[in-house]
């Protein structure tokens, strides 16, 4: 273990200890009834048994505090501020395979954002509601925004710092979506329907670490179904976005364009299930086209334990036409332990590999370990 990993393990768990061990640490700050604190620490650390050539086995870890500071004036206005700071880069600055194995943004990723010179700010919009009826509401939301709040969300396979780590079972990488930059969000609401639209303009990174400007657009609609077994939410959204990237012919640009399919559904008070299916153009040059990914959730009510939890997911990515990969298949499982009201333990074992057009196959096991405390 490098002094590094020493340093950062020591660090978190001083930090854990004083959240676990003292008691009320763990809870929401509600200031009043219109204005709340929440924040998460979070560390991980993974491991990864590669089988690529020059690259060795290796440890990282890392340690994330988020924290959202919402106020709501009047029923209908609300504005909120997220913030986080990282330290550790964890396995993902060696990992060799084409998929990020902890979804987390980590210290890199929160300096000097999307090119903004902008550090450790996240989000700062302002939502205005209006409600047109007993069973329809209209709400715009502007300012520095997360596409991932809206478009391509799901109730078993959503949030890195709770369930899967790796970013397929997160959201679809294929779907492209942009976060903590300007932009607005138009929803509707009426009963179990819900209609979102989403622009906003962010920054890609071309080569040598300049940074291009484009727009996305997306649009999604959802339903909402109550039925005997429980709740399921199906949605089908599409995205696009201006001719600013690269094109597979050269010398021109292309723009991002796909759809997709995001469904999670109850099947009794113990087992969940999702399901995504997304489609991407690949006139652009990029690595993955098509991704389907699906698995199960089982609630701890099975064993007496309703707050622990089991995931278990696959997912295959196709290789774009002109990309050096073929396919990516990818298995994960998580056991998730709780251990107060405001802390938990998470197991992760993933397994990743890329096939490649030409090249040998790489693959690995990644074994990792997170652990949570809220406030």
Same mark, same amino acid.
């Given at each position: ?267 009794? =008070?113990?087992? /969940? ?8 153009? *690949? +006139? &652009?040059? #990029? %690595?993955?086209? !098509? @991704? ?15 707050? =622990?939890?089991? /995931? ?8 774009? *036409? +002109? &990309?050096? #990969? %073929?396919?990516? !298949? @990818? ?28 090249? *040998? ?15």
């Amino acid at each position: 273990m490098t002094r590094n990993v020493k340093r950062l393990t020591l660090k978190l768990c001083a930090a854990l200890f004083l959240i676990f061990a003292i008691p009320g640490i763990g809870s929401t700050y509600d200031m009043n009834e219109k204005l709340s604190v929440e924040g998460t620490l979070t560390g991980v650390y993974q491991y990864g048994d590669f089988d690529v050539a020059e690259t060795d086995d290796s440890g990282r870890g890392a340690v994330v505090l988020d924290l959202g500071v919402n106020f709501h004036p009047t029923e209908n206005d609300e504005f909120q501020v997220t913030l986080s700071s990282a330290a550790g880069k964890g396995l993902n600055i060696v990992n060799p395979l084409s998929l990020t194995l902890y979804a987390d943004d980590l210290e890199d990723d929160l300096k000097n954002i999307n090119g903004r010179d902008r550090d450790y700010l996240l989000e700062a919009w302002y939502k205005r509601t209006f409600n047109v009826s007993e069973n329809a509401k209209v709400g715009i939301t502007g300012g520095i925004i997360d596409a991932t709040a809206y478009i391509d969300d799901n109730a078993f396979a959503n949030d890195e710092t709770a369930q899967f780590m790796n970013e397929v079972f997160v959201n679809h990488r294929n779907v492209n979506l942009p976060s903590y930059d300007i932009g607005g969000v138009i929803e509707v609401s009426v009963s179990g329907v819900s209609i979102r639209a989403l622009a906003m303009n962010t920054k890609t990174e071309i080569e040598d670490g300049d940074l291009r400007s484009y727009n996305y657009f997306a649009a999604q609609v959802g339903y909402r179904l109550e039925s005997s077994m429980g709740e399921g939410n199906y949605r089908l959204y599409g995205f696009t976005t201006n001719d600013r990237f690269e094109s597979t012919e050269g010398g021109k640009k292309e723009n991002l364009t796909g759809f997709g399919l995001s469904f999670d559904q109850k099947l009794s =008070d113990i087992v /969940g299930a999702f399901l995504r299916l997304s489609w991407q153009d *690949d +006139k &652009a040059v #990029i %690595d993955h086209d !098509d @991704v389907y990914s699906g698995g199960i959730n089982l609630n701890g009510s099975l064993w007496g334990r309703d707050k =622990d939890e089991i /995931g278990l997911a696959y997912a295959y990515l196709h290789g774009a *036409d +002109k &990309a050096m #990969i %073929d396919g990516t !298949d @990818v298995f994960e499982a998580y056991g998730k332990v709780q251990i107060s009201d405001f802390s938990d333990v998470t197991i992760d074992i993933q397994y990743v590999k890329d096939k490649m057009k030409e090249n *040998d196959d790489r693959d690995g096991f990644i074994y990792g370990i997170r652990m949570n405390a809220y406030f």
